[in-house]
C-alpha cells in the first residue's frame, strides 16, 4: 500500500498511473492523491488518453449489461407473473375438478343404497330373478354415476395433463 502512496517520475510513474486506472482505481487514488496521479495525467498526455480511453470502456460495458439487464429482469418478472397466474388457475381447476368428483362420490354414496333398496324391493314385488333388478339397477342407475365421473374426469384430465379415463374404461 505504501506504493501507492504517489507517483514517481519516469517510466514507472506511467505504469503506476495506467494500473491504477486499469484497476478502475483512478478516481479513488485521484481523490486520496491528489499529487499524484491527477497531476501525472495533467501533464501527461499519454496517460490522460489511456484514462478517457479506459472510462470509454468501462462506460459501455456498463451500459450494455444495464440495458440488457432491465429488459431481462422486465421478461422475468412478466414471465412469473404469468407462471404465477397460470398456477393460479391450474390450481382453481383442480379444486373445481376434485368437488366435483367429492360431490359426484357423496351423491352417489347417499343415494345408491336407498335406490338398491328400491330395485330390490320391485324385484321382490315383482317376482323377477334378483340378476334381473341386479342388472336393472347396474344400467339404470351406475352407468349414469359412471359416466357422470368419466365425464367430470375428463374434463379433468383435459385440463391437468394426467390420464384416468383410460383406465376406467367404457
Ligand atoms: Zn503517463
Same mark, same amino acid.
Given at each position: 500500500?505504501?506504493? /501507492?502512496?504517489? &507517483?514517481?517520475?519516469?517510466? /514507472?510513474?506511467?505504469?503506476?498511473?495506467?494500473?491504477?486506472?486499469?484497476?478502475?482505481?483512478?478516481?479513488?487514488?485521484?481523490?486520496?492523491?491528489?499529487?499524484?496521479?491527477?497531476?501525472?495525467?495533467?501533464?501527461?498526455?499519454?496517460?490522460? /488518453?489511456?484514462?478517457?480511453?479506459?472510462?470509454?470502456?468501462?462506460?459501455? &460495458?456498463?451500459?450494455?449489461?444495464?440495458?440488457? /439487464?432491465?429488459?431481462?429482469?422486465?421478461?422475468?418478472?412478466?414471465?412469473?407473473?404469468? %407462471?404465477?397466474?397460470?398456477?393460479?388457475? %391450474?390450481?382453481?381447476?383442480?379444486?373445481?375438478?376434485?368437488? #366435483?368428483?367429492?360431490?359426484?362420490?357423496?351423491?352417489?354414496?347417499?343415494?345408491?343404497?336407498?335406490?338398491?333398496?328400491?330395485?330390490?324391493?320391485?324385484? &321382490?314385488?315383482?317376482?323377477?330373478?334378483?340378476?334381473?333388478?341386479?342388472?336393472?339397477?347396474?344400467?339404470?342407475?351406475?352407468?349414469?354415476?359412471?359416466?357422470?365421473?368419466?365425464?367430470?374426469?375428463?374434463?379433468?384430465?383435459?385440463? #391437468?395433463?394426467? #390420464?384416468?379415463?383410460?383406465?376406467?374404461?367404457?
Amino acid at each position: 500500500m505504501t506504493r /501507492d502512496s504517489g &507517483l514517481g517520475s519516469g517510466k /514507472d510513474a506511467h505504469e503506476q498511473a495506467r494500473g491504477w486506472i486499469a484497476l478502475g482505481r483512478a478516481k479513488e487514488v485521484g481523490e486520496s492523491q491528489p499529487n499524484g496521479l491527477q497531476a501525472h495525467l495533467a501533464e501527461c498526455a499519454e496517460c490522460r /488518453d489511456y484514462a478517457e480511453a479506459a472510462e470509454r470502456v468501462v462506460s459501455a &460495458l456498463r451500459s450494455v449489461p444495464l440495458a440488457a /439487464d432491465s429488459r431481462l429482469v422486465r421478461t422475468t418478472q412478466m414471465r412469473v407473473r404469468a %407462471r404465477a397466474q397460470q398456477l393460479q388457475q %391450474r390450481q382453481q381447476r383442480l379444486i373445481f375438478v376434485a368437488a #366435483s368428483c367429492a360431490l359426484v362420490a357423496v351423491s352417489a354414496a347417499l343415494t345408491t343404497p336407498l335406490i338398491w333398496q328400491g330395485f330390490e324391493y320391485l324385484g &321382490l314385488r315383482t317376482q323377477l330373478p334378483s340378476l334381473v333388478w341386479q342388472v336393472g339397477f347396474v344400467l339404470f342407475w351406475i352407468a349414469p354415476t359412471v359416466a357422470a365421473s368419466l365425464l367430470f374426469l375428463g374434463h379433468g384430465t383435459h385440463l #391437468s395433463g394426467s #390420464s384416468n379415463g383410460s383406465a376406467l374404461g367404457e
